[in-house]
């Protein structure tokens, strides 16, 4: 059976939607619409499962897709409302936000060569459907982010228990190894340290004009630093 848990440490072994030709194909597409979630699960639903849940690891934004849709499912809301409401409200993040227009005032321009063949830049913006990203696709700021990052790891967004859990090192089986091996990833979060007085955590991640990646360092048991 597949838990939140195994969802959450992208443990899960379902299959990452992002994969599937046809879908790669509609995505790369210039000014094509995002398949629904139910046109995306139903791609996912001919593809074999990497491995049975637990007994590997491999990143799985379908998994987050899931993980999504239940907030939606718990909250009675829109993923963006249940984000306002729950994250960025209470924590006084003003310049973040759910994106799902492809035209955003306040937004910064980006700018790649995904979709273009001979390699010019374009401003994705006008093109690419922002609910391609099946997870939830949220716009920041440094300054947010970092705040984030900081109060999130010094204990004032979770619980102890709660914050333990997201950034406990498992072991997990390496079939190749054929032994368990430590997991260096949590609850969504990269562990590079889990040493108490020499924590760090961080994540990145990117698409189509835009990437971003933030790490949190505790330097001492006094002192820490979110970039």
């Known amino acids: 059976k597949c838990s939140i848990l195994h969802l959450l440490t992208h443990t899960s072994g379902i299959p ?3 994969e599937s030709d046809y879908i790669r194909r509609q995505a790369h597409t210039p000014g094509t ?6 046109e995306i699960f139903e791609q996912v639903g001919t593809m074999t499962p990497q ?4 007994e590997g690891w491999r990143y799985s934004n379908t998994g987050y897709m ?4 239940l907030i939606e499912k718990v909250t009675g809301t829109s993923f963006a409302l249940a984000m306002q409401n729950l994250v960025f409200t209470p924590l006084e993040l003003c ?6 227009q492809q035209q955003n005032e306040g937004i910064t321009p980006g700018f790649a060569q995904f979709f273009d063949p001979s390699g010019g830049l374009q401003k994705i913006n006008p093109i690419y459907d922002p609910n391609w990203v099946k997870t939830g696709l949220v716009a920041s700021t440094v300054s947010d982010m970092t705040s984030l990052f900081s109060r ?5 967004v979770l619980s102890d228990d709660m914050l333990q859990e997201m ?3 498992r072991r997990i089986w390496d079939g190749s190894a054929k032994a368990n091996v430590p997991l260096r990833y949590g609850c969504g979060i990269d562990i590079f340290s889990a040493k108490p ?3 760090e955590y961080g994540h990145g991640g990117g698409g189509p004009g835009y990437t971003l990646g933030c790490k949190f360092w505790e330097l001492d048991h006094n002192n820490t630093l979110a970039i």
């Open 167 to 169: 950034t406990r090192v």
């Open 33 to 38: 619409q995002a398949l629904s979630d139910e």
């Open 66 to 69: 899931l993980l999504r849709r």
């Open 197 to 199: 007085g020499s924590r």
């Open 152 to 156: 999130l790891f010094r204990g004032r």
């Open 16 to 18: 990452e939607y992002t």
């Open 95 to 100: 310049h973040s936000r759910v994106i799902t």
């Open 51 to 54: 491995f049975v849940p637990g």
